[in-house]
């Protein structure tokens, strides 16, 4: 069989039956050997009756949720393409050719665009199309190098065999969002077509959470992307704690009547050390990805990892022991006062650095020796 048309359903019995009559149309007229297959999740009205009276196979995704559903068909579907698409009449099941000539030339995934295609009046609020759906979608193509203009257009196609061996695990809206990031991230062959999108034929609110989904959609694109989740954010703190640092350690500034001077450098330091732990957070969250499959190897990390504990626990002793002697320094300084008061000016600018060096270069031994754990499991994979 060469197309299995896939709609996730529940409770849709108010327009079930005319895209199931429309995706049945679809397949005669264009000569298709294809079935239309409805993934239930559960529905209590007449979802399933309808379905099976108008020939359409259906199956029971016991995963409840978009994602279970979606994941559930793709599993049973018996085409070598799956086409999917909301059952809710607002996509066009009869215009489907454009998605399956782009898998015959041997496209993995063909995603609708709908601000190409043509969004009706009505059909999408003002705040997902102006808002939500633009910025997930270029934060998506920030993150993950893509081409998609349209990340959660709900009419795409894809090729059964690589789908499932991208392991699509989400069980929520945000499934869309995994299907391109996880086709993306494992060099698929993507195809982005026109589709429409019409206000959609139910009487009852959309199972769509604006505010909920968008969440779920935008914590999905960070988790799977470490490197703007924690790298990046890490690196600029600790360049900026760095530069006001150096700054100040040698002496105040103003800006106008604005003065910086000691408790500035104090944050400096924060910043420093704030910035070293999120790049860790990053090493750690890499390794633990790749060794679990959940993101595909990446190279990069292979090199990092390829420093090796020994390394990275000699640069850490190599810091602590700057700070260490830094700090004994800054000491002697105060023994020379006769461990008296002294100036906060006088004192701080170089016992603020000391600290942070020493806690930095400590911090560093262990992370050494973490990534060493992870590493040993990372070479068992």
Known sequence: MELTILM???????????????????????????????????????????????????????????????????QKALGEYVIMGDADDSYDFENLMPFLEKLR???????GNRFKGGIEKGAMPWSHKYIGNPVLSSIGRLFFKSRIKDFHCGLRGYNRKRMLDL???????????????????????????PTTLKKDGRSRPPHLRSFHDGWRHLKFLLMYSPKWLFLYPGII???????????????????GSVVFSIHTLLYCMIAIILGVNIVYFYTFTKLYAETSNFIPHDKGISKLVGFGEDKGV??????????????VASLVIWEKSGFSQMEPEKLMRLVLPAATMLEVGIETMFASFLMGILKIEFRGK
């Open 237 to 255: 703190l600790i360049i900026v704690g760095l530069i006001g640092g150096i700054i100040l350690t040698i002496g105040q500034f103003a800006i």
């Open 314 to 327: 000699l640069a850490g002793f190599i810091l602590a022991f700057i700070g260490l002697a830094a700090s």
């Open 105 to 111: 030339e041997g496209y993995d995934l063909v995603m």
């Open 8 to 74: 996730p359903c529940l409770n849709e019995a108010e327009t079930l039956g005319i895209c199931i009559k429309k995706a049945k149309g679809f397949l005669e007229k264009n000569n298709i050997d294809g079935e239309v297959l409805i993934s239930d999740n559960g529905s209590s009205d007449d979802s399933v009756k309808i379905a099976e009276s108008m020939g359409a196979r259906v199956v029971n995704a016991p995963t409840r949720g978009y994602g279970g559903a979606l994941i559930t068909g793709c």
């Open 167 to 193: 392991g699509l695990r989400t069980t929520g809206m945000e499934y869309a969002s995994e299907m391109v990031v996880m086709s993306e991230l494992a060099g698929y062959k993507i195809a982005e077509v």
